[in-house]
């Protein structure tokens, strides 16, 4: 495999699926490292040097599997597109079987901690977990750094054959700025190669490596090799600080002992791992908070494996490529939508090192051809070609009979969607409903007493409902509200009930509490609310639940209407089914996001 992150050219006699991976790619660095949230069909075609009639072919593709969003003439990356980064994740099992540990290294040293893998000349980074800091210190899940510019780059590097430093010395020569890893700042002059090999040396002798600055000013790391049963190197732990907490040295005295301590159970998690095991967020080591504390919403990290080909209704062993084809016609790739599909069930395979290892613990598990072919409803031949287009792009591997994803599948967008939070996930499908109903959409938390909101889409009437962010209104009073009280467990509904004293805000506002309390079980028992003139005389709304991947309500979504547009009944039968649909397109992103990792912080609310 090459060492160099730049794609293989895509002139030429290519496939669709290549030309669908260029595609991806190239948005993905618009989008990651340009700061552009959507980019025009031109973009691509400059970025990728296909024709303007392939791009238009591949992004209706893509549309049509959920990858991109198209408004107009617009095009951005969808967060269903992170199954493709989910499929490797799953199969390494690495976030399960380290996510707790790096949890508990986080939590004890009170800094950032990281888990890393090499990546050719690179290191991509596949667990993250942040201490909220002013001066905040991350890597993004799925970033590449170079190797020599990282400390978990000198360990690997102390495995690399002769042929791996010869195509890391093309690629230095060829790209001497690291302008090709837009995770780090560029540098300014070229720097040598001698220094990088002495550290790798040393990284070799003492068993661990160090960072002083050499990302950039101000950072320090020092990481640790976790290896398998036959002393491969696996991946790094890698804890990250500021100069401003601690030197180099001062951060590699504070830490050594603590990363040595868990070693040996972290490469005892390692032989253990399995695919499809439980959330390293729902462990014994508390969770990393979802979304910021300013949303209210806490979305843990859940184990889930990318759906293979049929996820939306289809059972395992069809082909909805031949489906999509026969309804979409001409324009729908079916090899393009037929490769990734591949590409997704790869996420089924067993971990390195289980089932099928061979002699000597070598790297072993992995799916066969009949196994993908099998998920996915292809014929052999089909598969196959997948398969090796996949592996020749460095996208998987084949180890005799078995075939593995590689962690590049992780450029797939993986990076700037894994930053998404709560909000940024669920207002593009609030954006969707109100151009179906024609009524704004809000969603909300519950804070104490009240519901407060976090994200609104507003329709655009004479006479509209004008409600803004951070707004609070009494949970018993609102359509939402008794969505989120009903979400409670009935000790915890029970005890915020106790504590109410509901005061007739209108001539309709249910005051009785008891009465309330059956309204709230009434909102369970339907799994929607509707209040009718409760908080203000001629405000009529309609909520739904929202729930995180472990089927907790963590919000609600409702759509408000004026009361003289219709009667009650009819704003259910009209509204209800939209709304559900939406929180459905919410729910299934959220347990997509938050399949291997804590959701993202940002919260950019109207954006």
Known sequence: MSFSPVPPPVNGPVGPLERGLAVLRELTRLAAHEGRTTVRPGDLVRGTGLARSVVDRVVGTLEQLGYVTLDGRDIGLAVRLMELGNAYLAASGLPAALGPFAERLADGLDESVSVAVPDGGGVRFVVQVTRRRTMSLAFRIGDLLPAERCSPGALFAAEWSGADWAAWRARRAEDPLDTAFPAVPPRHRPAFGEDFEARVKEAARDGWAVDDQLIEPGLVAVSVPVRDASGRIVCAVNVVSHTSRHDVDSLRAAVLGPLGAELPAMEAALTARRPRSAAWGASGVSGVSGVSVASGVSVAPVASVAPVAGDSGTAVGEDPARMAKRELGAGFLQSLARGLAVLRALGGGMPPGLVGAGPGGGRGGGMTLSAVAEATGLARATARRSLLTLVELGYAEADGRAFRPLPRVLELGYAPLAELGFTDIAQPHMRELVRTVHESASLAVLDGGDIRYIAR??????????????????????????????????????????????????????????ELARVVERAAEEGYALVDQELEEGLRSLAVPVRDARGRVVAALNVATHAGRGTAESARGELLPALRATAARIEADLATASAHHALGAGERVGA
């Open 457 to 514: 889409v507003p329709t655009v009437r004479i006479m509209s409902v004008n409600i803004t962010i951070g707004t609070r209104f009494p949970a018993y009073a609102t359509s939402m509200g008794r969505v989120l009280l009903a979400g409670l467990d009935a000790e915890a509904r029970a005890a915020h009930l106790a504590g109410v004293r509901p005061e007739p805000l209108t001539r309709h506002t249910v005051t009785d509490v008891a």
